[in-house]
């Protein structure tokens, strides 16, 4: 009897421990590595925290600074061996990823009515040969910032260009710059630009111009140039920055991480940039804000920037569906409007650019940042291209809108760009 007790007791303490094990076995732990290190934790860990409330799928974020994370990712991918499951993408990086192998394409994960969520410029941005590989955590845009001091001192406003139906002119805007600025900085001696560029000399910016002339960005192909970036149009853009800087409307020699601060500190009367800056205005009076620029004859064809993070799942991981499931309910789902409500950045969901765009409280000033953002990211917003090659094309383009600046001949500049463009993309060709 005695041996008949203990055989039970060890069958029930053995089935015990098999069950245990198996309870540790069956936990899923997805590794998600992000951006926005020392900012974003604090609004993705309680999204995470509720996920695995709601799911039992645990989420382990690591987050790094921007260019950290293009480090780890590299280091990553090189040995074919990455750890993570899920990977904040940049936008413009999907391409290479989708073609590298990175990151699996998910078009038969997500419905028609999810997708549908999504703005047609993110689905665009996060696609590639046919395929959806990224849904978008966020997207960006682009506003026209402006002194009301300097221009009230000039005897100009901006009151009539309040409507995206009737966008000042790039030509208009040059000419109100110079006007002010001959009242303001007669001397130059303030050191005041007349247009400033958030992102001066970089492509996420700079392709606005060429963009709303209605000029594309690269070939269909994604890899071809040559009578793509050479063209009359790409060369007008080009000679409007060379003008600018050539007549010192705009100044030379300040990086673009220095734009914004340079604009709020009274050193430039007008400013293309983010929608970012709305967390400026409480202490600012003296800006105000409107959509950004068209060119004259090309009022149909404003093109402005947008894009920014999307999530990818890796092509590796082991717990595939679990990281898919992951990133709907962070794009698509409930994790989507938190990090939206919380974060405050510019939708990429259709339904919230719908919802914004029609409530009364979004013409506030301050708020109504979000309103023309919404506005421009449903009807003008523009991918950068769609290229394997973009981190080569980004730079070889990039430096080409400093020598401009600088004060190269645009069309040579642009006639050297493509050489080189076409050089490197020849190593992507079959």
């Known amino acids: 009897m005695k041996k008949f007790v203990s055989l039970v007791l060890a069958l029930v303490l053995a089935l015990f421990v098999l069950s245990v094990g198996a309870t540790a076995q069956e936990e899923v732990v997805l590794k998600y590595i992000s951006t926005g290190a020392g900012s974003w934790e604090k609004y993705l860990q309680p999204i995470i925290d509720k996920y695995y409330e709601e799911t039992g799928v645990r989420v382990e974020l690591e987050c790094y600074a921007h260019t950290e994370l293009f480090q780890v990712l590299d280091i990553q991918f090189s040995t074919g061996n990455c750890n993570y499951d899920v990977i904040a993408v940049d936008v413009p990086m999907v391409s290479n990823y989708a073609t590298n192998g990175y990151i699996m394409p998910l078009t038969q994960y997500f419905t028609a009515e999810e ?121 007008k853009a080009m000679t409007y920055l060379y003008d600018a800087h050539n007549e010192g409307l705009s100044l030379r020699g300040t990086t673009a991480d220095e734009q914004a601060d340079l604009f709020f500190a009274g050193k ?83 339904d919230w650019v719908e919802m914004i765009l029609a409530d009364p409280s979004y013409e506030e000033f301050g708020k109504s940042v979000f309103k023309i953002a919404c506005y421009e990211a449903a009807n003008t917003a523009y991918p950068r291209p769609v290229t394997p090659a973009y981190s080569e094309y980004e730079a070889l383009l990039n430096a080409m809108f400093e020598d401009v600046r600088n004060g190269a001949d645009p069309a040579s500049a642009l006639d050297d760009c493509v050489m080189n463009v076409t050089s490197i993309m020849n190593k992507y060709r079959d």
């Open 268 to 350: 430039s009367i007008f400013l293309i940039d983010g929608s970012w800056n709305s967390t400026k205005l409480a202490d600012h009076p003296e800006i105000a804000y409107t959509y950004s620029p068209a060119w004259e004859g090309y009022e149909d064809k404003v093109a402005t920037p947008t894009g920014s993070w999307h999530y990818g799942v890796a092509s590796g991981s082991a717990h595939a569906q679990e990281a898919i499931d992951f990133v709907k309910y962070m794009t698509c789902g409930e994790g989507s409007d938190i990090w939206l409500e919380g974060h405050g950045d510019v939708p990429a969901r259709s």
């Open 115 to 235: 997708m549908s969520k999504f703005v047609d410029a993110a689905i665009s941005g996060g696609s590639w040969d046919g395929e959806f590989y990224a849904p978008p955590m966020n997207t960006s845009a682009q506003l026209l910032w402006y002194n009301k001091d300097m221009l009230d001192q000039a005897g100009l406003s901006m009151d009539e260009y309040q409507d995206p139906d009737h966008r000042i002119t790039y030509e208009k805007l040059y000419e109100m710059a110079k006007q002010t600025k001959a009242v303001v900085d007669p001397d130059g001696t303030n050191a005041i630009a007349g247009i400033s560029w958030g992102q001066i000399s970089r492509a996420y910016q700079m392709l606005q111009l060429p963009n709303s002339l209605g000029e594309p960005s690269i070939g269909d192909d994604g890899l071809t140039v040559d009578g793509i970036i050479n063209t009359e149009g790409w060369i």
